[in-house]
């Protein structure tokens, strides 16, 4: 199988670099680098396309300009912050090959000191609104059954199992779906994108699952810039995709109780990013 592999960087080449390494290490895929900064790039491994934008474009949009550029069966979105091991592409071939009805995948992700990230998910709703994979219940009880219904990565399976969502820190997706889904919808700047076209796939009649024995390793948050920007685009673009696949209501009462949530929600995040070191 012929894989290509999208990194989209901002303000994080020596992650960016790295990664790179680790893509090559693993294997002969094609790399794109798409570049959302205005940073001078470095040098970048003989091979490897850099497609530079004028701006920030954002996850989505500088996604679909990586996926328009590669030319792969398997195209791999990986962020700039994340190590795959030497077997990746072997492994996920693997399953691809097995796996026909498999249209979007993602791996085991672990961060840098070896903790297991929630990166499979179920369905968006409001339980998983309360309990977001870093929230303080979820991190109280990490093993309770709810946590495991709503986050089958926390329970640890031996072998693959279709989720309905897994994250866009490191997703594969066969080329067929992505032309068939139109790529990464780009009203979503970042976050929940990923979310969307998991969802979209699996409405086509796409599985996505969660690969237990294909492990990467991600350095989170190192190009999300600013803290206070970044959730205030998460708690937006949750929005859009409420908006976009969840219910209204009469009069749009579920909309607005949704916004009203997720501002309270937001304010709460804000909040602790406003506290002084050591509280």
């Not at 926390?154 to 997706?173: M, N, R, T």
Request: proline share 6%.
């Amino acid at each position: 199988m012929r894989f290509s592999a999208v990194i989209v960087n901002y303000a994080s080449w020596l992650h960016t670099l790295r990664c790179v390494e680790s893509l090559l290490g693993a294997g002969d895929p094609e790399i794109v680098v798409v570049d959302n900064d205005r940073e001078e790039p470095p040098g970048l491994p003989e091979g490897v396309r850099l497609l530079r934008n004028p701006e920030n474009l954002g996850f989505a949009r500088a996604c679909n300009r990586g996926l328009r550029t590669s030319s792969g069966e398997i195209v791999v979105f990986v962020n700039p912050d994340v190590i795959v091991e030497r077997d990746f592409f072997e492994r996920l071939g693997e399953f691809f090959r097995c796996a026909p009805q498999a249209g979007v995948v993602g791996p085991r992700i672990v961060d840098g000191t070896g903790t297991l990230q929630l990166s499979a998910r179920r369905e968006v709703n409001l339980a998983s609104g309360l309990l977001g994979r870093t929230s303080l219940l979820t991190r109280a009880f990490p093993k309770s059954r709810l946590v495991r219904r709503m986050f089958p990565a926390a329970g640890e399976p031996g072998a693959p199992v279709a989720v309905d969502w897994v994250s866009g820190a490191c997703l594969a997706a066969r080329r067929e779906v992505l032309e068939e889904l139109g790529g990464f919808d780009e009203r979503f700047f970042m976050y929940f994108e990923d979310a969307d076209l998991c969802r979209r796939a699996r409405q086509a009649g796409w599985k996505v699952f969660y690969l237990p024995r294909v492990q990467v390793v991600h350095h989170t948050g190192a190009s999300s810039g600013d803290r206070t920007r970044a959730i205030l685009r998460l708690h937006k673009s949750a929005f859009l995709y409420h908006r976009k696949h969840g219910p209204h209501g009469p009069f749009g009462i579920y909309d607005l109780l949704v916004l009203l949530g997720l501002c309270a929600r937001a304010g709460v995040r804000l909040a602790g990013t406003l506290r002084p070191q050591g509280e």
